[in-house]
């Protein structure tokens, strides 16, 4: 046992080899936006509408009418 103990014992006085990172590629780029998205909300607070997609403002992305809400994401 004192032989086990003691080979352990050296074993652990050793320093340890640092561990090595792979090296990764680099990321892939990104294709570039055509444009930025919004949003925007509008409440009208006398107004109210069963929920419903409508055309959006800007003519181009998604809105929806939740009551007195108006949400519209462009894109």
Known sequence: ???LT???LVDLQRPAPL???PVLPPPPELPAAAGTPAVAVTLTPLRWSRPAFVAPVSGH???VR???WQVEVAF
Request: hydrophobic share 40%; charged share 15%; aromatic share 0%.
């Open 1 to 3: 046992m004192n032989d």
């Open 6 to 8: 003691a080979d352990l």
């Open 19 to 21: 561990p090595s990172s």
């Open 61 to 63: 992305g998604v809105a």
């Open 66 to 68: 939740l009551g007195p």
